[in-house]
């Protein structure tokens, strides 16, 4: 009798065991999915920009500023890896695509006959619609991050991620040039 209470407990271990594992390994696969999601989200930002550059090439000196940011920005997206999750790079492309999309209404400004063409209208709506898309995926990538992370911090599952995985904790996306309010959070 009492080995068979003894050979349940160690069964009932075991599954509790693969089962933490493979949990983990889910939420990892989850949060390189989302990132796959985020970069080509940004991958398709280049293919709006690149519908973008003949018509901005008719306009003299804003042509060469914008087209040195545009440049940059394709630049620093192709450079974006879908198997390294570089949330520094992501950041910076981000702060780019802002720049360059100020950049490009103030200067609209000086140019009416751009302003009332109808495909810069449809472009900047995609962009926008892009930057929507890119910032949805941004949240689900953050999210999955989180249950990663949870997942290989919190008891029992560190043990278990130490002894098989030996995953470490993922850094989720900031907005630094979006987060102006001044609100801070009391964590211990």
């Known amino acids: 009798m009492v080995l068979l209470i003894l050979l349940t407990i160690?069964?009932?271990?075991?599954?509790?065991?693969?089962?933490?594992r493979n949990n983990i390994v889910k939420n990892e696969n989850a949060t390189k999915r989302a990132w796959s999601?985020?970069?080509?989200?940004?991958?398709?930002?280049?293919?709006?920009?690149?519908?973008?550059?003949?018509?901005?090439?008719r306009y003299g000196?804003?042509?060469?500023?914008?087209?040195?940011?545009i440049s940059a920005l394709r630049q620093n997206i192709?450079?974006?890896?879908?198997?390294?999750?570089?949330?520094?790079?992501?950041?910076?492309?981000e702060q780019q695509t802002q720049q360059l999309l100020t950049g490009i209404h103030v200067q609209v400004e000086a140019y009416p006959e751009l302003k009332a063409?109808?495909?810069y209208q449809k472009l900047m709506h995609e962009i926008?619609?892009?930057?929507e898309n890119v910032g949805?995926?941004?949240?689900?990538?953050?999210?999955?991050?989180?249950?990663?992370?949870?997942?290989?911090q919190i008891f029992p599952n560190n043990i278990v991620n130490n002894m098989t995985l030996n995953r470490?904790?993922?850094?989720?996306?900031?907005?630094?040039?979006?987060?102006?309010f001044d609100y801070k959070p009391n964590f211990q």
């Open 37 to 57: 999601d985020v970069t080509t989200f940004e991958r398709q930002k280049v293919k709006i920009l690149d519908d973008l550059t003949p018509l901005i090439d």
């Open 78 to 93: 192709l450079n974006l890896k879908n198997d390294t999750q570089d949330v520094r790079q992501l950041e910076q492309i």
């Open 61 to 69: 000196e804003f042509e060469k500023t914008t087209m040195t940011q």
């Open 10 to 20: 160690i069964i009932v271990l075991v599954f509790a065991f693969i089962t933490i």
């Open 168 to 180: 470490k904790a993922l850094k989720p996306f900031e907005d630094r040039v979006q987060s102006h």
């Open 128 to 131: 926008t619609e892009q930057n």
């Open 136 to 152: 949805a995926a941004i949240s689900i990538f953050n999210r999955n991050v989180e249950h990663f992370n949870n997942g290989i």
């Open 117 to 119: 063409n109808e495909i």
